[in-house]
């Protein structure tokens, strides 16, 4: 298991956007797939957005699709998630994941080993 740290959340009021960073610990980022979930209040974890290990190919779950980008730059070992035009109904604990063994082209939480402790997004006017 690595290390994750994420960062960049906080409050913002509908329409606007917020830029979540996970730094990691992994000698070897570029072999893990990586992913942003989120759990929103009485609601299961959700698997937002993955990417896959090396080049680095996103999928994005249909309710963030065209709001949010996945990247992550190896030689820095973080990932990050853009989330412009937020919803209300974005409202979440956000959690980064990594795993070296999953391929990251599906985005299921029990297929990542490795979680940061989650940083708070809120969507309000």
């Known amino acids: 298991q690595v290390q994750l740290v994420e960062s960049g959340g906080g409050l913002v009021q509908p329409g606007g956007s917020l830029r979540l960073s996970c730094a990691s610990s992994?000698?070897?980022?570029?072999?893990?797939?990586l992913g942003w979930f989120r759990r929103a209040p009485g609601k299961e974890v959700e698997g937002v957005a993955c990417?896959?290990?090396?080049?680095?190919?996103?999928n994005y779950a249909d309710s963030v699709k065209g709001r949010f980008t996945i990247s992550r730059d190896n030689a820095k070992k973080t990932v990050h998630l853009q989330m412009n035009s937020l919803k209300t109904e974005d409202t979440a604990i956000y959690f980064c994941a990594a795993d070296y063994f999953t391929s990251g082209r599906f985005c299921y939480s029990t297929s990542f080993a490795s979680w940061g402790q989650g940083t708070q997004v809120t969507v309000s006017s």
């Open positions: 990417i896959t290990k090396g080049d680095g190919d996103p």
């Open positions: 992994a000698s070897t980022f570029e072999d893990y797939a």
